[in-house]
């Protein structure tokens, strides 16, 4: 049973930094690329970053460029999110999220593209 599970989230000031993790379970960890992304109350679910299985490709939402970034150990089946220069409209429900691939320079950036997810876990950062 393919299972991913998000940890690190929590309360911080703006400014502060956050490193979010995702442990997946149940499937080729290196075989799939992954992806973070985020729900805020009220909202749709919004693209945060993306990774290639092989961790050499990377791509990033616009407001999250040179503020998070996205990182992998397949050794240790763990996706990562640094996420630095936090912000109020940063606050959601983050998860991560993969997706099966052939190719290891595939990334991905639409939610309905991905194949499994995880349970979220809440960021909040106060003003």
């Known amino acids: 049973q393919v299972q991913l599970v998000e940890s690190g989230g929590g309360l911080v000031q703006a400014g502060g930094s956050l490193r979010l993790s995702c442990a997946a379970s149940g499937l080729t960890f290196s075989s799939n690329a992954m992806g973070w992304f985020r729900q805020a109350p009220g909202q749709e679910r919004e693209f945060v970053a993306a990774?290639?299985?092989?961790?050499?490709?990377?791509y990033y939402a616009d407001s999250m460029k040179g503020r998070f970034t996205i990182s992998r150990d397949n050794a240790k089946n763990t996706v990562y999110l640094q996420m630095n220069s936090l912000k109020p409209e940063d606050t959601a429900v983050y998860y991560c999220a993969a997706k099966y691939s052939r190719d290891y320079w595939a990334i991905y950036r639409s939610y309905d593209e991905y194949d499994y997810w995880g349970q979220g876990t809440q960021v909040t950062v106060s003003s």
């Open positions: 990774i290639s299985w092989s961790g050499g490709i990377t």
